[in-house]
């Protein structure tokens, strides 16, 4: 069984620049999380999608972040613009229930 | 607001010694999660305890639940090298009654076995 892709692995930006990370979920799963993950912390969970409509994004910085699931496959996870505290490794993960989560390896992000 | 707390954050151990993870949360929650996180990887779950008194064995790791206590322990026996690594616990929470499910994140004990 293939895991989560996720890309890009790494990603060093400027501030006020923007980016985008994209996510493919494990075949049929359909709920689809982005946490972001600050060095030395525990995930955090910026938005879940089931299908392709969003569950919760009430942690989700909506002034600068946005996320979509086009499909109800893919994901993408955008921020515009950056800041320096986004620094941080920002992890996809998908479930067929919520017994378990599968995480892919994450898109380590460097703001400069 | 669900809180979950993990002690110790930081332990460095002995190879061949025995020690336990804590992970404390502040509200009611029947289910619990531990995952293991090697650097520059991504997050592996090791266990999931869905119930009072819940205990679950894999090698060298064993975990247990106890909902009264709001507790759940990660015990280590006789620790190798190949340990060394992340631990984190996750407890399910439902914010509100009408909101869907979120896992709440520990900070992570991060664990090295020395030779």
């Known amino acids: 069984e293939a895991g989560v892709a996720q890309s890009p692995r790494y990603k060093i930006i400027e501030k006020r620049q923007s980016v985008a990370f994209w996510c493919n979920p494990i075949s049929g799963h359909a709920t689809l999380y982005w946490y972001q993950q600050i060095l030395g912390q525990g995930p955090k969970l910026l938005i879940q999608?089931?299908?392709?409509?969003?569950?919760?994004d009430s942690q989700l910085p909506k002034d600068r972040f946005s996320a979509e699931r086009l499909k109800g496959v893919d994901s993408t996870l955008k921020i515009q613009p950056a800041k320096l505290e986004d620094s941080a490794v920002y992890l996809c993960a998908s479930s067929l229930r919520i017994t378990e989560a599968f995480f892919g390896q994450g898109t380590r992000l460097t703001v400069v | 607001e669900l809180k979950v707390e993990q002690n110790p954050l930081f332990l460095s151990m002995q190879e061949g010694k025995n020690y336990t993870i804590y992970c404390n949360y502040s509200t009611t929650s029947d289910r619990l999660y531990w995952y293991r996180q090697d650097p520059g990887k991504s997050l592996e779950s090791l266990f999931v305890l869905l119930s009072n008194g819940a205990v679950k064995q894999e090698g060298r790791l064993m975990a247990s639940l106890d909902t009264k206590a709001r507790l759940s322990t990660l015990h280590i026996t006789a620790a190798v090298h190949d340990l060394s690594a992340t631990y984190f616990c996750?407890?399910?929470?439902?914010?509100?009654?009408?909101?869907?499910?979120?896992?709440?994140w520990g900070a992570g004990t991060k664990l090295i076995i020395k030779p």
């Open positions: 996750a407890v399910l929470s439902f914010p509100r009654i009408d909101s869907n499910y979120q896992l709440i």
């Open positions: 999608f089931q299908n392709n409509g969003v569950v919760d």
